[in-house]
């Protein structure tokens, strides 16, 4: 059950490791990177569009989480293991775990949360102050990040009541901050900077969560 | 010599290698899930991904292609086989049991290699070029300790739990077995209708050629994610 076995000369034989070499690096590299892993290093995975295939699936209209960091692969992400909630579990007498009715852990929105970049220039001297509306209760992951050290006060006002009255979540000199906010009641929450460097600043101010909208605070007006 | 019907063969074997390519190598993404939350002795479903692994991994099947290629009757096969089997099961156990991690892409571009060497050797390359007949025996087993070698990689992505874990690491190798055995039904069948068409040296050597492209896009590919990790 076997075809003769070639005998090649030499020349042939080079000629074909070449050729293979040749076809097989070559597929490799504009059509299998491109297709499989979206890496293109000649550029003719975007020319004929089989770049395209490895791009992951987009959800319209689902605002990112906004982070300052190198987005993982979902491949990765299959094998991070989340430990179950241990604490706090209510079981029924069948010992089977019920839903947790605490909206301190868990609440649940009929909206998608939303998120959004926005970059501040503050010349030197100046202030300016940014706020998100939240809801009591309500999640926000925040970040920024400056080009140099800014005084900052991040802080929160309440709806209704006294207007002086605030709460200070944080405040200092600084060229960044990351985190997370519950709010502790309906209101504005969030961050006054001074600019204290000397120059013009940037800063990229990145918010992901359940909020109203991101407003300014006009400072000139406060200050009248 | 060609013949008329040489082109659709070789058309055909392309359409089967593609086929096998599309479906996903590795263990994929919800039976990375399973295996991730599963505890305890699951025989079938480690046997099934094990098979499967097997059957859809063209680079094991690409490798057994070329070794069956020019053997001249099915006892030879089963030997080789056997041997391919011998050396993939000791490092896929080995690895898994001593927790050897070596880098994935390293082991698939070795794997690439692999398939390179054998349809080199299959067009007489290494006799020719150094005026000696590789120990095909040997080459075979020890590239099967490779291919085990890259199985173990794969099945240690997923963290399986202790519980159970050696009795699911014999299913497993074991379904690898059944799913090379079945693989391989489906090579023989594919040579001997090879062989019903056409007999000629040509169409060894383009098929053999093939293969050895396919060899040199795996290890590129390999060694491209490798290098970029």
Same mark, same amino acid.
């Given at each position: ?18 050729? +293979? ?24 995975? +975007? ?12 959800? &319209?209209? *689902? ?16 094998? *991070?293991r989340i430990d179950p909630i241990k604490s706090k579990a209510v079981v029924n007498e069948f010992g089977e775990p019920q839903p947790f009715v605490d909206g301190a852990n868990i609440r649940q929105h009929e909206q998608h949360y939303k998120g959004q970049l926005i970059e501040i220039k503050i010349?030197? &001297? ?11 209760? &309500? ?7 400056? &080009? ?65 909208? *991101? ?10 | ?193 090879i062989q019903r068409f056409t007999s000629t040296t040509m169409v060894g050597i383009s098929i053999n050629f093939l293969i050895m492209t396919g060899g040199f896009a795996l290890t590129a590919y390999q060694l491209s994610l490798y290098f970029s990790s």
């Amino acid at each position: 059950m076997s075809t003769p076995q070639p005998s090649l000369s030499t020349r042939q034989l080079v000629l074909s490791l070449l050729v +293979a070499m040749l076809l097989g690096v070559g597929l490799a590299m504009l059509i299998v990177l491109p297709a499989e892993k979206g890496e293109d290093p000649t550029g003719f995975g +975007a020319l004929t569009g089989v770049d395209k295939l490895s791009e992951p699936e987009v959800v &319209d209209e *689902i605002p990112l989480v906004l982070a300052p960091v190198e987005p993982v692969s979902n491949e990765d992400a299959l094998y *991070i293991r989340i430990d179950p909630i241990k604490s706090k579990a209510v079981v029924n007498e069948f010992g089977e775990p019920q839903p947790f009715v605490d909206g301190a852990n868990i609440r649940q929105h009929e909206q998608h949360y939303k998120g959004q970049l926005i970059e501040i220039k503050i010349d030197t &001297d100046e202030q300016v102050e940014y706020k998100a509306l939240m809801e009591e209760g &309500d999640v926000l992951l925040y970040f920024w990040e400056a &080009d140099a050290e800014l005084y900052f006060d991040f802080h929160a006002h309440q709806d209704t009541g006294d207007p002086n009255f605030f709460t200070r979540y944080a405040e200092g000199e600084g060229k960044s901050d990351h985190g997370s906010i519950v709010a502790p009641y309906s209101g504005q929450h969030g961050w006054y900077w001074l600019n204290i460097a000397g120059k013009p600043v940037t800063v990229q101010l990145g918010v992901s969560g359940y909020y109203d909208e *991101i407003i300014e605070i006009d400072m000139k007006a406060e200050a009248e | 010599m060609l013949n008329y019907r040489t082109p659709a063969v070789l058309a055909g074997l392309l359409l089967f290698l593609i086929a096998a390519g599309v479906s996903a190598h590795g263990v994929s993404g919800a039976d990375a899930r399973f295996l991730n939350d599963a505890e305890g002795f699951h025989f079938v479903v480690y046997l099934y991904l094990g098979a499967k692994h097997m059957v859809t991994g063209y680079d094991h099947i690409l490798f057994l292609f070329g070794v069956i290629f020019y053997l001249s009757n099915l006892r030879t096969v089963a030997l080789y086989v056997s041997l391919f089997a011998l050396g993939h099961s000791i490092t896929l156990i080995a690895g898994v049991l001593m927790d050897l991690h070596v880098n994935v892409y390293i082991i698939d571009a070795i794997i690439g290699v692999s398939v390179i060497y054998k349809a080199f050797d299959n067009l007489g390359g290494f006799e020719r070029l150094f005026g000696v007949k590789a120990n095909n025996r040997s080459a075979v087993f020890i590239f099967g300790l490779f291919h085990g070698l890259g199985l173990a990689t794969k099945l240690q992505e997923l963290q399986l739990s202790e519980q159970g874990l050696f009795a699911n690491l014999l299913s497993f190798n074991l379904g690898v077995e059944i799913g090379q055995l079945l693989a391989l039904m489906y090579l023989l069948l594919l040579l001997k209708l090879i062989q019903r068409f056409t007999s000629t040296t040509m169409v060894g050597i383009s098929i053999n050629f093939l293969i050895m492209t396919g060899g040199f896009a795996l290890t590129a590919y390999q060694l491209s994610l490798y290098f970029s990790s």
